[in-house]
């Protein structure tokens, strides 16, 4: 860390308190960027993801090491993107080093799949996130307690109104609001339910080493890291795939390995994600030539040590049986159980409450800046590209809030074969399931940017030099490749939808772009 500091520390421009050449307030600084990206990071998938983790490597060592290949992938990555940070501090981040990198067709095709689901279906999880968690403590903010009972629109499509969707959509219209109010009040929220997320999550790491500690879940999980236990099956993603490979676990082998821990990082690397966010801000932040990179490698590497921490005090406190088959995946509201009891349910609630609420703000406040930069290329919504009184991008934020909340409204209609009952599921859950693989293809593009431009600009200003370069780039994009492939053989119903969402993007761009020119 002493080396990114002394890299960074040789170009410290003084930027002031004021208005820049697009309108935007530089009044981010360290503490605040940093924030920003801790915030962004997390949100309930902590809680909760483990439990498939540890179902699908099949031993308590495998779940901790899925969580350290997610760790070194997160954190190589913000390293990374250090370089280009410091070179393009502009607003709409990613989206401006792929655009630099490439063309403006590879940046309008990250902004258009951030703003149809990466982004917006995010937001409305985390917000669904945040009433159903409040549902535990008053249960009758329930998700079939209707307001509006569903609409069905097709055979497998609805519409539905319940008292979690509206608490939901209640969230992202407040939050929404507040950041049009001006980057104070945003940065603000940010900050405080940053610091309270953090603290809960570091109480949590310390009531399950310290209280927690369970003598046989430590002889069980500790005594032999790597002794397989409920190893799921993992089948290949397709029907014409299940001839050519075999259904494997992870105690199959080193391809059952493989293809467990390819598997296993969807989830992980969910839960670590949107730590990019901050780079959407950078046209806010003060001395971002410094304050962007400090704050990607600080941020990221304080939510992974706590993030493996978390699993220790999981296995701590719980035999890997219980880590795997805990109710609802709610690891952390067994571990909490375990040690108070009933009232366990109660705290962790209130924790996730916490935590999802600040991670909405930053998810808010970040995206709405990469649309504003979409918009001043000519590549969206001409209105969008205009600064409030306040210096922040409202009508940005306002579609923005419109699109989730639409998102939180669409329900997928579920029909069961055998009795004919239907249930409802959640549209922004299958469209996050299928942007996983094109969120690794966009930062493996993102990231072999930064060779791209080592050869196209060799003498632009580089601040920041990416740390470990060539190394640790490659290494990043070496893994994301393996991980992209297993996905790709095992995962196939959840990817090629994936990558239709981002080509639908292809004719949009050339109508928005022909216009542009008109």
Known sequence: MSDIRREMSQSRPVVPEAPTDSGFVRSMGLFDSTTMVVGSMIGSGIFIVSADIARQTGSAGGLLLAWIITGVLTVAAALSYGELAAMMPKAGGQYVYLRESYSPLWGFLYGWTLFLVIQTGTIAAVAVAFARFLGVLAPAISPVAWIIPPIQLSAKYALSLSWQQFIAILLILLLTVANTRGLQLGK??????????????????????????????????????????????????????????????????????????????????????????????????????????????????????????ANVAYLVTLPLAQVQSAPDDRVATAVVSSIFGSAGAGLMAAAIMISTFGCNNGLILAGARVYYAMARDGLFFRSIAQLNSNHVPAKALALQGVWASLLVLARTRLVNPETGAVSYGNLYGDLLDYVVFAVLIFYVLTIFGLFVLRRKRPDAPRPYRAFGYPLVPALYIVLALAIMVVLILYKTQTTWPGLLLVLLGVPVYLVWSRGSRL
């Not at 999550?201 to 399950?208: C, F, N, Q, S």
């Open 188 to 309: 603000l929220i940010q900050n405080i339910f940053t610091s309270a997320k953090t603290l809960a999550l570091i109480g949590l790491i310390v009531l399950g080493v310290l209280f927690g500690r369970n003598a046989a879940a430590v002889q069980a999980n500790f005594s032999d890291l790597w002794a397989f236990q409920g190893a799921q099956t993992i089948q290949p993603g397709a029907d014409f795939l299940r001839g050519l490979l075999p259904a494997v676990s992870a105690a199959a082998g080193a391809f059952g390995i493989l293809v467990a821990y390819g598997v296993a990082q969807v989830g992980s690397l969910f839960s670590a994600d949107a730590w990019n966010n901050v780079t959407f801000t950078a046209g806010e932040v003060k001395n971002p030539q410094r304050n962007v990179p400090l704050s990607l490698a600080l941020g990221t590497g304080i939510v992974i040590s706590l993030y493996v921490l």
